[in-house]
């Protein structure tokens, strides 16, 4: 800024003067020089500080310009590729249309063999053209290949055609924040993909603690927001936006409880399992903070409150996701959770499989001090026991004196008399008598005997009889007491000392039972105990409670507690057989797919997506399972078992019981007539007619084959799934006669040709694997007494069978009986005499199975030894049924051109009217199909002249806005360039005028 100068006055110096008058001067140049530059750019701003505002908003005006030009250059690219897909989908339209009229010229029964020739070699071309159309490459990218631009998208092998595209399209910026799709995929358009009519089966993901709460409710989500939890004294705001997992939810409600209270919060298999301590009393309730929904949204909504019990929560719906682990998927293993006061003490029993079999089996710690008048054992010596029946409850009374100690048994099992408390009480002066009264509402037993002690031991084990609730038995365990004194008597001193607790004695069926030493043994030391016990780790895995652990080093160090007890819930679905895999059919080939090594969605799908089978599988855009679909044209696909239930599981096998009889042999469905539409005879000559006729599925012609009114007794025929591949297959589960099975089509019926029962154009079929009969090698320790035991009839009814030995005899004799209920043999036998010939005759005797001496491994056997063993000595095993595999006529395949081409080729070639006359109509959908891509393109096209129009218009009005804040106005800008001049014409005259003067100017 130019320097301040004093206004003169009469009295001035000449400097001042002369310094006023040469600022005047450059002021006036400058304005010129700023003048003139406008009046040349015709831009009133040079720099952004001669008007900061203006120039502000002339910038952002200027950035707006270049981005509508770049979406105007964005535009013109678009275009150039919608107008060469479109160029290309009219040859592919015009290209169908003259092979439809060439295939109506040959669906018919008049038609030559060289037209027919000349027909299919025009199709074939006519399949290279359109592969050489859809592989179309335009300015560096292909034209179908959805987002995989450099990717050839079809390929041809001279059978089938592959599509290596994706159906992803890919957009462009044509304004700013608009995408306009400016390509279209192969499958959209050619049809590349095959499509699945069965409703994706549900996986069932379980809750974890790393589930995203984006993932819950169905991939609806959890929103940010708080909680309010109160003990109805204190209460506390949590806010939840911070946290992105369900465990972090979990941490953060632990982490923050009401005052001086403890809260723990459980990530359960389906939703939250919140507890307060019982200690603090009080209500435990949760409710929303201002109008959130948080709490709603979490399924831990409580507003009236708990008291101090927990806070189960709704099932929070989780999605699959490609993380998810397939161990949390199909249902959960039932668990239990075992809690003691105290932290550092609660345990985990979780079952080692899926399924409602582990529910329903108990955990109960006992003190075992209580169960016997010896002293309990001492902690790190702790005992389990497994109990598939319900067990009494008990307690031991230690009296003073000698053979007096009593064991007092529950008169009913189960736990409805755990944690009784036994007293010992004064009954006043009733001599040698004793009283007992059972208090079932504070669980007390109390027994009354004389104030001067001469109430005998025996009165008071009949008093306790009386009563009814237990009995009373001699406490033996402790030696010192001695041999059991029915006149010992309850002393005086006894009274109101003696005292016993049921604890937690008592189970129902299925119970485990621990024994503890009260306030010593350590939640480890039951662990170590657990894990001991092969009854339990047979099914179940033992751990600690994380959530209950205060620090690594404390964890599992607290004490237990005696009578603490849980039982496991929640079990339900199944495993996933990860060990058979799947069996995909497609091109024309069989491909077994290894799944053993997959943990995850995500490596599940790499398996299948990596596979030579040509297939896409993923997760179903619903999140509830995976969808596996054929990308090869030319060929249907099937997926099947191999053996197990791998694809039933997962909810991909193409053929299930739930398919319509209509969907069959390519939607043609299945031919029936009135009556019977098949007999299947059965190995023991049993004749099942078969009517199909009311069929609306699958399952419903099997369920026609297992319900049968004759199909009933040991030579029942099975209808099921094909076990190894798809199609319906028939079991005769035994035989006397293999190979028997046979299946035989009704005149005029193609229903068992149409069911893949029969191969078309035969009349019967017999079985397509024979049975096998099944044995067992019973080999023995001692010389000459080696048996082989088999099963009188081939067939599976006797494979598993086990034999059991029963030393029940004098002698050496043997009686054989077969039980078919418990599927046993058992030998009555002299272990110490009965010989190997002896048992040979008793089980050839009794007829089910025949046995013989086996010199496999003893070339000298003559049955002459004593078998010396007992119990199940072996099971037989290798029985198989007479199966009659059905072929599969279900048929999933791409619904696109290149597939009616081929299928279209194929039929002309084997004049297959029918074909040809499906392949016509398949034409039609693909025309339609094509028609409606032409008509997305041009709707694109059109959108994108709407846009060009627009942005033009727009690109006018921020011109000249811009205008506005930045050009001059060249008339303005002219008159202050000659106002300027003037006043520097006339400062330049006053400066002349004023150094010309002098000190004889004023003489």
């Given amino acids: 800024m130019a320097g301040v100068y004093p206004v003169p006055t009469t009295r001035t110096s000449s400097i001042l003067a002369q310094t006023r008058l040469t600022a005047q001067l450059q002021a006036d140049q400058l304005s010129i020089l700023r003048l003139q530059s406008q009046i040349s750019t015709g831009r009133r701003i040079a720099l952004p500080s001669e008007d900061a505002p203006a120039s502000q908003r002339a910038i952002h005006l200027q950035q707006l310009l270049e981005l509508k030009a770049q979406a105007l250059v964005n535009l013109d690219t678009s275009q150039s590729y919608l107008d060469a897909t479109d160029s290309a989908i009219a040859n592919v339209s015009s290209t169908l249309n003259q092979i439809r009229s060439t295939a109506l010229g040959v669906a018919n029964t008049t038609s030559s063999e060289t037209t027919r020739a ?203 996701t490609r993380t998810t682990s397939l161990a949390d998927i199909l249902g959960v293993r039932a668990q239990a959770i075992v809690q003691s006061s105290g932290p550092n003490n609660d345990i985990v029993i979780e079952s080692l499989t899926r399924g409602s079999a582990s529910n329903g089996v108990s955990l109960q710690l006992v003190d075992d001090s209580a169960l016997h008048a010896s002293p309990g054992l001492v902690a790190g010596a702790e005992q389990v026991v497994y109990s598939e029946t319900a067990v009494a409850a008990r307690a031991a009374l230690s009296f003073s004196g000698f053979g ?312 029942r025929v099975t209808a099921a799934l094909n076990r190894v591949g798809n199609g319906i297959e028939l079991t005769a589960s035994q035989s006397s006669s293999p190979g028997t099975l046979s299946i035989t089509k009704a005149f005029q019926s193609e229903a068992a040709w149409d069911l893949g029962l029969i191969p078309t154009g035969e009349q019967s079929i017999t079985t397509s694997t024979a049975a096998t009969v099944a044995s067992a090698r019973l080999d023995f320790a001692g010389a000459n007494s080696d048996l082989l035991v088999t099963a009188g009839i081939a067939g599976s009814s006797l494979s598993g069978v086990a034999i059991r030995f029963v030393d029940s005899a004098v002698g050496d004799v043997a009686t054989a009986t077969y039980d078919a209920g418990t599927r046993e043999l058992t030998i009555a036998l002299d272990a110490s005499a009965t010989s190997a010939t002896t048992i040979r005759d008793a089980i050839n005797l009794e007829g089910t199975f025949s046995a013989a001496l086996d010199a496999t491994s003893d070339p000298t056997n003559d049955g002459s030894g004593v078998i010396g063993t007992t119990g199940v000595v072996g099971i037989t095993s290798g029985g198989t049924a007479e199966v009659l595999t059905g072929a599969n006529t279900y048929h999933q395949e791409v619904q696109g051109v290149f597939n009616t081409l081929i299928q279209l080729r194929d039929a002309i070639n084997n004049f297959d009217l029918a074909s040809i006359d499906r392949s016509l109509e398949s034409l039609d959908v693909d025309l339609d199909r094509i028609n409606f891509g032409r008509a997305e393109i041009g709707a694109r096209g059109q959108a994108l002249d709407l846009l060009r129009t627009r942005l033009e218009d727009e690109e006018v009005t921020l011109k000249d806005s811009l205008s506005k804040e930045i050009e001059v106005d060249i008339t303005q800008a002219i008159s202050e360039l000659a106002a300027r001049q003037a006043s520097l014409e006339a400062s330049m005259q006053l400066m002349a005028t004023l150094f010309q003067t002098t000190l004889l100017n004023y003489l």
């Fill in 118 to 320: 000349a027909a299919a070699a025009e199709v074939s071309r006519a399949i290279e053209q359109l592969v050489d159309v859809a592989n179309q490459n335009f300015r560096g990218r292909y034209l179908f290949a959805g987002s995989k631009t450099t990717t050839v998208p079809f390929t041809y092998d001279g059978t089938n055609v592959i599509y290596n595209g994706n159906e992803r399209e890919l957009s462009s910026y044509a304004d700013i924040d608009l995408l306009l799709e400016t390509s279209i995929a192969g499958s959209q358009i050619f049809g590349a993909f095959s499509s699945s009519s069965q409703t994706v089966s549900d996986l069932q993901p379980i809750l974890t603690r790393s589930t995203k709460l984006s993932d819950l409710r169905s991939g609806e989500g959890i929103g940010d927001g708080s909680i309010a939890i109160s003990d109805g004294n204190s209460t506390r705001i949590i806010n939840l936006s911070g946290a992105s997992t369900i465990g972090d939810v979990a941490d953060l409600i632990e982490a923050n409880p009401p005052a001086g209270r403890t809260v723990t919060a459980r990530v359960g298999p389906e939703g939250l399992i919140l507890d307060i301590d019982d200690a603090g009393g009080g209500n435990f309730t949760i409710r929303e903070v201002g109008g959130g929904t948080t709490a709603a949204r979490l399924g831990i909504y409580e507003p009236l409150g708990t008291l101090t019990g927990p806070v189960t929560g709704e099932d929070l719906d989780p999605i699959l």
């Fill in 404 to 715: 007096n100690n009593l064991l007092l048994t529950g008169s009913v099992t189960g736990t409805s008399l755990n944690n009784v408390t036994i007293e010992v009480v004064s009954g006043g002066a009733i001599g040698d008598a004793a009283t007992a009264t059972f208090d079932a509402n504070s669980k007390t037993l109390t027994i009354a005997v004389d104030s001067a002690g001469n109430t005998s031991i025996q009165s008071v084990v009949d008093a306790i009889a009386l009563e009814g609730t237990f009995t009373a038995s001699h406490d033996s365990s402790d030696g010192v007491d001695g041999a059991y004194n029915p006149l010992s008597t309850v002393s005086v001193g006894d009274i109101g000392v003696v005292t016993g607790n049921t604890s937690a004695s008592g189970g129902e069926a299925g119970t485990i039972f621990v024994y503890v030493e009260a306030g010593a043994t350590t939640a480890n030391q039951v662990v170590t105990a657990l894990e001991a016990n092969s009854d339990v780790t047979a099914r179940f895995r033992v751990s600690l409670d994380d959530s209950d652990t205060s620090s690594p080093g404390a964890a599992g160090k607290g004490n237990v507690l005696p009578g603490a007890s849980a039982t496991t819930i929640d079990g339900s679905g199944s495993d996933l057989d990860l060990t058979s895999g799947i069996i995909i059919e497609n091109g024309g080939e069989s491909f077994t797919i290894d799944l053993s090594g997959a943990e995850t969605i995500e490596d599940l799908l790499n398996v299948l997506n990596g596979s030579p089978a040509h297939v896409r599988a993923e997760v179903d855009p619903t999140g509830k399972g995976i969808i596996v679909r054929s990308r090869l044209s030319g060929r249907p696909i099937s997926i099947g078992e191999n053996g197990g239930t791998t694809a039933a599981q997962l909810g991909i096998r193409t053929t299930t019981e739930e398919i319509y009889l209509t969907e069959l042999n390519y939607g043609r469905g299945v031919g029936t007539f009135e009556g019977t539409d098949f007999t299947i005879t059965r190995p023991d000559g049993v004749a099942l007619d078969i009517d199909i006729d009311g069929a609306v599925t699958v399952g419903d012609v099997i369920d026609r084959i297992n319900n049968h009114a004759l199909n009933t007794g040991s030579g």
